[in-house]
Every structure is written in C-alpha cells, then in structure tokens.
C-alpha cells in the first residue's frame, strides 16, 4: 500500500487574474506539502499529470515545476494519457514507491484547459485525442462521439432524456458546497429545454465545462511516513488500468466502457475489494450520461438507471458519486482532474472534505475512476482508510 | 501575455495510404486479414478477432447502413458500418437527408480526406 500523507487542490475554473499554470501548481504543491508533514528536500520524485503542450505551450512541464517547487535533483516524469492523464500520473507514482525507487513522491496534476486558448481551438484540440486518422479528421468532436455511445447505452438500458437531467442536477447541486467548484448550480427542470443542442441528446447543460486548475498529492511509503501521518492518513490500496480500441465502431458494443471494467476489476482485486465495499466514489462525467455508463463499468450497480432514480448515488444515497460535483461541477482542467479525483477522495476517508460534503458515516474504501477517449484509456484507483481516520 | 503559433504539419500517410486514397476517390478500402477473412473499415493493422496481421486491402465497393447519428451544433455525426466490413466507422452525415438509413462513401478530394457519407444512389 501507498499512504497519502497530503492532497490539495486549486479552484477549478477559468481563471481572469492573470495566473498560469505554474501559480497554480505551486499552490496546490505548496498546501498538499504542508498537510503531509515532510519537507520539501524528501521528495524522491516530481510526477506531472498534463494533458497537451498545446494549453501549456511547456514541453517537458515537469522540468520547470521541479524548479518551481524546489525539487530539482529529485527523479521528473511528466504523463499523458488524455482524460486518464491525472490518474495514470498517481499510478505512475504509487509504482515509484511499490517499487521501492522512492519513498515520498509528490504528483500535481495541472491544465490551463479554460483560459489559454479559445474554445474553438480546445474543441479541435480534443477532436484529436481520438483518432485522429479516422475520427479527427472528419471534424467530429468528444460530444458527439459521447453521444452516439449515450445513444448505444440508452437503447440497451432503457435511458432518458430525464436521466440525463437528473445527473446534471445532482453533480451540480453537490457543487453548491465545493469552494473550489467551476459550476455550482441549482439546475430548474425546464432549463434544459432552453439549452443548446450540441450533439444529440448532449444539450450544452450535459457537458462538462473546461477548466484551469491544479491537484497535487504527496504519496509515501508507509515506514516512510511522518509519525503524526502513519496511522491516519488513507491509502492507495488499489490501482489498474486498461484500453481499449480508440474507435467507437471498432468496438463490440460502442455502449459499454468495457476498459474501465477491466481497468477496474485489477484495482478491486489488487485491494482485495468489490464494488460492494465502495461508499463513495468519484467518477468521470465529462457528460451527464457518461457518469452512468461509467458506473455500470465499475459495477457499483446493476442497472445504474434504476439506481440514479432510487436516490442511490444522491449525497444521502447508498453510494454518493460525485459529491465534489464531479466533472461537471467541480470542473475539468484535464491533467488536474484524476489527480483531485484521488485528492478528494482521500480527504473524504479522513473526514477532511468541505464541510456540507463531507458523509457523515466512517467510509472504508473510496474509488476515483477516469478515463480519455470514450472509455479508451482508463484508469481507477482505490483508496482505504487509515487505521485511526 | 500573447503568443501566436502557426504549425504546418507534414504527416506521413504510411500504411494507412490505401485507405486515405480510397476516400480521395469515394472508394471504401477495408483491411483484410487472411487468417480469419474478416474486413476492416476504417483499417486495423492487426486483426480484433484474431490478433493476425491484416495482411491485404479490399474495396468493398457497397454502402453502409446508419446505425446511429447525433446533429446539434457540433455537426452531423453518424455510426455507419460499410457492407462487408466487420466493424463500423464514424463519419460526418451533414449531406444525409435526416431519415435516411442507407449511404455510400463521398469522394473526398480535400487534403487530408476525411470520412463523409452522401445518399445512397437509386439502382
């Protein structure tokens, strides 16, 4: 296992005050350093979740943030695997430790993915994260293709335009009481009607917003950890990852995020978990019906549309999804988003989350899940308690 | 702070030149694997099914039929899988009536070529 000894995260939003990617990382460094009680010089490695160049305009990030934070000297590795990016960037981390080739890891997640460029660049930008020989160029973008595998899952799971809604106003209504949330909202029924059609059935309100913001964790090996950390402090108990073909037609059904079972099924058997323990999770909604095609991959229902109607993934359900407000609501600065995924849900094991948010019952394991692509490359981390959270 | 970069991009089609070619020309060209006779469009250099290499290239030559579509502001997106291939493709359907449940490839002369289906001729 692998304790989380700090977790901190920026305001998820677009920034207009003239700050940049490296402010960003630096305060949210600077805050997950403090929390976990070590210094700075027993940072064995720097590893940075980024997504493109593009927003950054900064090949090899990883080199002026080891500047930035004072860690030069200690091993960099930035990592890209699109939506999973700030996931696969903790994994990268926990197998430093698991390996034994560091004891204390710092991981920052960061994407300037709001207020770098204009929106119609970012949405040509993201049309290549898919294919770009097949799908890119024919102009298509992440809604559409998220749509037509919606519409795929829908047909099979008896999915409506309703449903779609109410993920859109629980994630967002969650929001409401994260500080740090891009779209806190109290969604009206009949707003949705109003709200642009992007790609059938994804009106504008569906989608996650792009973001700016940084995530950063600092990861330690358990005889590593400060005495004051050892005991409390969560742990990463359980990684996978897996892909799957970039093509949606390439697939056997285009509904279902087959990787992210896979990806997940390793990470449950590495914790010695099933998706039964899970109590709270935050999942990857880059759009409202996404989150519940993730959730049937994960298997923490068997008919996640039933469940979304029971109030099971509610604040007060059985298993709250999304408390953070997801991508949806807390925002979605792509590097950023697995790496405050995993920062939410280890404050939350500790009982340190926003309060409003924060469950009220001990919560034994916690799952953070992304993926890029439509369910290509995927990514799912479990988290456990600490022995005295 | 602005910065305005301006990138040209030279891309080698490499093995995937048959395929790009038949879309220059309205052709579909599939992969084919020899190991298992299954066809791919668009091309997979080595077969799902199998795990062989595609080892040859096939123009299938029929339409494709609509399986799902998606319109809104972002475009007009199909699902569509070409007769004879194994799997389906994605492709613009912006010049496809909204009924319409059968299309063929368009030619698509533009650099780099892109997928794009147009109605189907009345035979």
């Given at each position: 296992m692998v304790l989380v000894i700090g977790a901190a995260q920026t305001p998820f939003n677009r920034r207009r005050d003239g700050s940049g990617f490296r402010d960003w990382s630096g305060d949210a460094f600077e805050a997950a350093l403090a929390m976990s009680g070590i210094e700075r010089r027993d940072i064995d490695a720097l590893i940075v979740g980024s997504e493109s160049d593009f927003f950054t305009l900064q090949l090899n990030p990883a080199s002026v943030l080891a500047q930035d934070l004072g860690l030069c000297g200690a091993e960099t590795l930035r990592v890209e695997g699109g939506g999973a990016t700030g996931q696969l960037a903790v994994h990268a981390g926990v197998d430093r430790i698991l390996s034994g080739r560091a004891r204390h890891v710092a991981v920052i997640g960061v994407d300037p993915s709001a207020s770098t460029l204009a929106g119609e660049s970012i949405r040509e930008l993201y049309g290549y994260s898919f294919d770009f020989w097949t799908d890119g160029l024919s102009g298509v973008t992440a809604t559409a293709l998220y749509a037509l595998s919606w519409q795929a899952f829908a047909t099979a799971n008896g999915g409506q335009i309703d449903d779609l809604n109410a993920v859109t106003i629980k994630n967002r209504r969650n929001a409401m009481s994260n500080p740090d949330a891009h779209l806190p909202r109290e969604h009206r029924v009949e707003e949705f009607a109003a709200s642009p059609m992007i790609a059938s059935p994804y009106c504008r309100l569906h989608c996650s917003p792009l973001s700016d913001g940084a995530a950063a964790l600092i990861l330690s090996a358990p005889d590593a950890a400060p005495e004051a950390r050892r005991n409390r402090a969560p742990r990463i108990t359980g990684i996978g990852a897996a892909s799957d073909l970039p093509g949606l037609g390439h697939r056997a059904d285009p509904a279902v995020f087959g990787a992210k079972s896979r990806a997940a099924q390793r990470a449950y058997d590495m914790a010695g978990v099933t998706p039964s323990d899970i109590a709270v999770a935050e999942v990857y909604d880059a759009y409202a019906g996404a989150e519940l095609q993730a959730i049937a991959a994960l298997g923490l229902s068997p008919e996640p549309i039933r469940s979304l109607r029971d109030g099971d993934f509610d604040a007060d359900g059985t298993c709250p999804v999304n408390l953070s407000g997801g991508l949806m609501g807390q925002g979605a600065p792509v590097g950023a988003t697995g790496v405050g995924q995993t920062a939410t849900c280890a404050l939350m094991l500790e009982g340190r989350y926003h309060a409003g948010l924060q469950p009220d019952r001990p919560l034994g394991h916690a799952l953070a899940d992304t993926h890029g692509g439509v369910g290509t490359t995927c990514a799912?981390?479990?988290?456990?308690?600490?022995a005295t959270a | 702070m602005k910065r305005n970069v301006t990138l040209e991009y030279a891309l080698g089609e490499g093995w995937l030149a048959p395929w790009l070619d038949g879309l220059r020309e309205g052709r579909p060209v599939a992969s084919t694997c020899s190991a298992c006779g299954d066809a791919h469009f668009p091309p997979l250099r080595v077969c799902p099914t199998c795990r062989s290499r595609c080892d040859g290239w096939r123009n299938l030559g029929g339409g494709?039929?609509?399986?799902?579509?998606?319109q809104g502001t972002d475009g007009d997106f199909a699902m569509a899988r070409f007769d004879g291939?194994?799997?389906?493709?994605?492709?613009?359907?912006?010049?496809?009536?909204?009924?319409a449940t059968r299309a063929v490839l368009a030619a698509c002369p533009d650099d780099p070529p892109f997928l794009s289906l147009v109605t189907e001729p009345r035979t």
């Open positions: 799912v981390t479990i988290l456990s308690a600490g | 494709a039929t609509i399986l799902c579509r998606t291939a194994r799997i389906a493709t994605i492709a613009r359907a912006d010049r496809l009536p909204e009924d």
